[in-house]
């Protein structure tokens, strides 16, 4: 479950918590300030949740305009449709709508390994050199197909997972 929290901008005004949109704009329609005023603007503060969704959150510039949609894609979006989002919007610079948001609009290769060595010896094994004689396998030089792949793959670490990944 995620947990957000309204903080009006007013200073005057208190904010809410709230788990869902509808619970978002059931307390805010009635939310007022001191002086018995609608509150109007809000920033919205992740509070509680997992931490996938926190980077979610993060990319995903979570304002009041954004909130039903956020929503939305964090109850039907899988872990892996997440972490593309976030690569892809934080490290790719892709754009998107929020009300149109689709996982598939991101073209993003996604690794998930400690290091670009670990990933060299990943295509070697899947065979993206041929095949390998056994007498040759301890003279492959892994750290520098793993130097040679940093020129076009980058790394970068969501929710506490390290991710090699590119951008075609």
Known sequence: MTTLYAQPYDISASGFYFDNAEEYLKQAKVNRNDYNQPVE???????????????????????QCSLESFFKVTDNWSEYEKQCFIIAIGECGYDFDPQTVNPDDFDVTLYQ????????????????????????????????????????????MIAGKNFIYICP
């Open 41 to 63: 603007e809000y920033e919205i503060q992740f509070i509680e949740g997992e931490s996938i969704d926190v980077a979610l959150a993060n990319a995903w510039g979570l304002s």
């Open 113 to 156: 390994f400690r290091n670009m060595t670990e990933l060299a010896e990943h295509f070697v094994e899947e065979g993206l050199f041929g095949e390998i004689p056994k007498a040759l396998e301890w003279y492959i030089d892994y750290e520098s197909i793993a130097y040679n792949l940093s020129m076009e793959y980058a790394e970068v």
